[in-house]
């Protein structure tokens, strides 16, 4: 399986001023990249602005909001599987995250989809929920096993490091292993048979 590695693609969902989302992505892409498996993309939503506006059905965006956006169709149809890095925002996953969502369509068909949430007393699993339902709509497989940090503000030291290590590392993996699975199972049926929405 190290010959042909899935390439993740990790989206960074906050775009807030003050957010903890590149903190607590740093340290997932690290567990990533210690495995031969994988290969890993990093999109940081803050680097990639969408108008809110969209264009008719059909009808092609102006030429800037054009190129932008198929610049990030190609890194998300390269991908193999996704996790969303995602905080919980008035008890669901932010705007921008969502705009991302209804920009792309057949870029996250008949893929594996896994969360790391971050938050307050709900550790952003709220957010994940209803991720849940919106990634079914895109035909992707959310799998069960997550990352979840509560009151997240508090559980990493000045390097960006959780302080419960172990604990953190090992739900990392649980949700690696799924999301591989899943990556691996659904790109084979995909070469074998396209997916059709």
Same mark, same amino acid.
């Given at each position: 399986?190290?010959?042909?590695?899935?390439?993740?693609?990790?989206?960074?969902? %906050? @775009?807030?001023?003050?957010?903890?989302?590149? &903190?607590?992505?740093? *340290?997932?892409?690290?567990?990533?990249?210690?495995?031969?498996?994988?290969?890993?993309?990093?999109?940081?939503?803050?680097?990639?602005?969408?108008?809110?506006?969209?264009?008719?059905?059909?009808?092609?965006?102006?030429?800037? @909001?054009?190129? =932008?956006?198929?610049?990030?169709?190609?890194?998300?149809?390269?991908?193999?599987?996704?996790? @969303?890095?995602?905080?919980?925002?008035?008890?669901?996953?932010?705007?921008?995250?969502?705009?991302?969502?209804? *920009?792309?369509?057949?870029?996250?068909? =008949?893929?594996?989809?896994?969360?790391?949430?971050?938050?307050?007393? %709900?550790?952003?699993?709220?957010?994940?929920?209803?991720?849940?339902?919106?990634?079914?709509?895109?035909? +992707?497989?959310?799998?069960?096993?997550?990352?979840?940090?509560?009151?997240?503000?508090?559980?990493?030291?000045?390097?960006?490091?959780?302080?419960?290590?172990?604990?953190?590392?090992?739900? +990392?993996?649980?949700?690696?292993?799924?999301?591989? *699975? *899943?990556?691996?199972?659904?790109?084979?049926?995909? &070469?074998?048979?396209?997916?059709?929405?």
């Amino acid at each position: 399986m190290t010959d042909n590695p899935i390439k993740l693609v990790v989206v960074i969902a %906050s @775009v807030r001023d003050g957010r903890l989302g590149p &903190t607590v992505a740093d *340290w997932f892409v690290g567990q990533v990249m210690s495995r031969a498996d994988m290969a890993v993309d990093v999109v940081d939503l803050l680097d990639h602005p969408l108008p809110l506006v969209m264009p008719a059905s059909g009808q092609r965006p102006a030429t800037g @909001v054009a190129t =932008a956006r198929d610049a990030l169709s190609a890194r998300l149809s390269a991908g193999d599987a996704f996790v @969303v890095v995602t905080p919980e925002y008035n008890h669901s996953f932010p705007a921008a995250l969502k705009n991302l969502l209804d *920009w792309f369509l057949d870029e996250w068909a =008949a893929k594996a989809v896994g969360f790391v949430s971050y938050g307050g007393m %709900s550790g952003g699993l709220r957010a994940v929920e209803h991720l849940r339902q919106v990634f079914a709509e895109l035909h +992707a497989v959310t799998v069960r096993e997550s990352v979840s940090f509560h009151d997240a503000w508090t559980r990493f030291d000045g390097h960006g490091r959780p302080y419960r290590t172990e604990e953190c590392e090992a739900a +990392a993996k649980a949700l690696l292993d799924q999301v591989h *699975w *899943w990556a691996v199972t659904l790109r084979d049926a995909r &070469t074998r048979r396209p997916y059709r929405r």
